[in-house]
T-cell receptor, first 110, second 114 residues
Framework: EDKVVQSPLSLVVHEGDTVTLNCSYE??????LLWYKQEKKAPTFLFML????IEKKSGRLSSILDKKELFSILNITATQTGDSAVYLC??????????FGTGTSLTVIP | GEEVAQTPKHLVRGEGQKAKLYCAPI?????VFWYQQVLKNEFKFLIS????????ETGMPKERFSAKCLPNSPCSLEIQATKLEDSAVYFC????????????FGSGTRLTVV
């Protein structure tokens, strides 16, 4: 059964902290892993990862994929209150099906 | 069940034909959300329901698109007179408590309009 598991389910940190969000997967015919930020109506795309070991970076956010161990991490450094959101991980297969985790709810306290 | 079930997985329609997509949320989840994913992995919010009531429909195109969540039935998203630009993956998600927490997404329905 294809599945995506995110951890932790929720996280509360103080501004300035660094957080690491985890996404592990078991998906047949893996094609890509995507990270999204969900804070309002629709998820906002953050990263797409297809190759192991290559870090993608955007400002204070970065992500890396390990296709051998079947997981990805999303790092956020120097967190701000605006980072408070649910972070979703989705894995797509070669048949263009997507499997989502249930998200990690991040709360950043001033 | 513990998954959001979307059917069919793939749907091909000729321009002008009707398309109907279904979503069975997780039992006990009060909220259902529909999204359209067109390009570059971006999601467009369409509509949300709280039980059988429309919660937010600000993303729904005013023409041709309609959606329902009736008791004891899967939720549905219907597109009348499909157009080429309706080609997309349509995702459904359900949640117990609303927008921010505990989403579960379905695996999507890929609609191709030819």
């Amino acid at each position: 059964e294809d599945k995506v598991v995110q951890s932790p389910l929720s996280l509360v940190v103080h501004e300035g902290d660094t957080v690491t969000l985890n996404c592990s997967y078991e998906v047949t015919n893996f094609r890509s892993l995507l990270w999204y930020k969900q804070e309002k109506k629709a998820p906002t795309f953050l990263f797409m990862l297809t190759s192991s070991g290559i870090e993608k970076k955007s400002g204070r956010l970065s992500s890396i994929l390990d296709k051998k161990e079947l997981f990805s991490i999303l790092n956020i450094t120097a967190t701000q209150t605006g980072d408070s959101a649910v972070y979703l991980c989705a894995v797509g297969n070669t048949g263009n099906q997507f499997y989502f985790g249930t998200g990690t709810s991040l709360t950043v306290i001033p | 069940g513990e998954e959001v079930a979307q059917t069919p997985k793939h749907l091909v329609r000729g321009e002008g034909q009707k398309a109907k997509l279904y979503c069975a949320p997780i039992k006990g989840h009060s909220y259902v959300f529909w999204y359209q994913q067109v390009l570059k992995n971006e999601f467009k919010f369409l509509i949300s329901f709280q039980n059988e009531n429309v919660f937010d429909e600000t993303g729904m195109p005013k023409e041709r698109f309609s959606a329902k969540c009736l008791p004891n039935s899967p939720c549905s998203l219907e597109i009348q007179a499909t157009k080429l630009e309706d080609s997309a993956v349509y995702f459904c998600a359900s949640s117990q408590v609303g927008v921010i927490y505990g989403y579960t997404f379905g695996s999507g329905t890929r609609l191709t309009v030819v």
